[in-house]
């Protein structure tokens, strides 16, 4: 099945964006996770964002785990804000909570550094906070 590919308008641009859903393992637990992609008004041509999320951690959560367009919006804010640029051609540019988690903020959401399905995720720095 092909992901389907979801317009939003942001001050006055358009930006492109698709989501994929997959799970995998956090410390022994599975989590909820999401690939988020998005360009900008060049289309497929253009930058590309990469923003890999992870269903926020703690109890009583209910694991639906597909972002809203509020999420995606944070997504792309914090792609701009960390040097995203949606109108060079090519290329991709990709948010990690190590290099971006602290400009990240998204309700029920949280950056994680890439993960592929199959793989067990590093604990991010907001894991690693909760912990400690």
Avoid at 12 to 39: C, D, M, Q
Avoid at 97 to 104: I, K, L, Q, S
Wanted: with cysteine; proline share 7%; net charge positive.
């Amino acid at each position: 099945m092909r992901a389907r590919l979801r317009q939003m308008h942001i001050d006055g641009r358009t930006y492109t964006w698709r989501a994929a859903l997959h799970s995998v393992r956090v410390n022994g637990f599975s989590r909820r996770a999401v690939y988020v992609r998005a360009w900008g008004s060049g289309g497929k041509n253009s930058q590309k964002l990469e923003a890999d999320l992870l269903s926020a951690p703690g109890p009583y959560v209910v694991d639906d785990g597909y972002p809203t367009p509020a999420d995606v919006r944070a997504v792309i804010l914090c792609g701009l804000e960390s040097g995203w640029q949606p109108e060079q051609r090519g290329g991709t540019f990709v948010l990690s909570d190590r290099e971006h988690g602290a400009n990240f903020a998204a309700p029920g959401f949280q950056l994680t550094n890439p993960v592929r399905p199959g793989e067990s995720a590093d604990p991010t720095t907001h894991e690693a906070q909760q912990q400690g």
